[in-house]
């Protein structure tokens, strides 16, 4: 097996989206998942603007992620108009509150577990800042996770 450590040690340091998206595609050319997916991950981390921690990154890099593998899937940037639309009226916490409580999964929801990236859905970060959202909607983000085979506990 190659040894990837420099890749990666440069993938782990580097704060260039560009860079990192062509780690992730030449990775993706010769067929090394391990360096797409590190490339992939570094750059959701570099992607948001907010602090690092906050509920507000981690909406964030959900709303990338999601954007990412659209761009992935129909060659194209995907913006979630609709989505970013809604942070402008009602901010990231309502937005999340809705996600978890909806009557049926976002698309984004559904594209993020079949891509088994459970920690990146609006539920998991509802589960992840808990003590910044009401029992019901935390319920309502677990029960949802669990209805999709998400073991929460490891999350």
Known sequence: MADYSRILAA???SEDPKQLRRFQENARDKGVPEIAEAAFRRLLE???DEIPGSVEHDFWKTIHAFEEL?????????RLSRTRQKIGRVGVMQTLRDFATSKAPTDGFRMLIERNMPELTGEALVLKHKDSFDT???AAAKA?????????EAL
């Open 70 to 78: 659209l761009k992935d899937e129909r060659g194209k940037t995907i």
């Open 136 to 138: 019901d909607v935390v």
């Open 46 to 48: 570099v992607l948001p």
């Open 11 to 13: 993938i782990a340091a």
């Open 144 to 152: 949802r996770l669990i209805e999709a085979g998400v073991d929460v």
